[in-house]
């Protein structure tokens, strides 16, 4: 009995919304599972994003800008940024609220929140 509730206490979902910068009124709800990589899930759900390097931390194709501030602080706080993904993003002249979604696991401070590609 106790190995099924692990189970499930891993497999919590996360919604949190996926929207263009391009066109606001698109907008996607996306119920992730906790603990994925956040691209891996994003890719499952069909964003349209090119994932290029494979979710290795090297080409920025995955990046999202988060759309509120306190939410990239939340993120930051609970999953800090890596050196090497600060590099990509400096060397793609990418900054601010934006994160490399390959470097990020679906977390509860996700809940919620919206994603701009």
Do not use: W
Not at 48 to 74: K, M, Q, R, V, W
Not at 106 to 116: A, I, N, Q, W
């Amino acid at each position: 009995m106790q190995r099924i509730h692990n189970f499930f206490k891993f497999s919590k979902n996360i919604c949190f919304y996926v929207q263009s910068e391009i066109n606001p009124q698109i907008k996607l709800t996306i119920n992730a599972i906790e603990g994925e990589i956040l691209a891996k899930e994003l890719k499952r759900h069909k964003v349209p994003l090119p994932f290029e390097c494979g979710f290795s931390c090297s080409c920025s194709t995955c990046s999202i800008l988060l759309a509120n501030s306190n939410d990239f602080n939340n993120i930051q706080i609970a999953q800090p940024q890596s050196q090497e993904e600060i590099n990509v993003l400096t060397t793609e002249g990418k900054g601010g609220r934006v994160r490399l979604s390959c470097q990020i696991n679906v977390c509860k401070e996700l809940e919620g929140v919206t994603l701009l590609i």
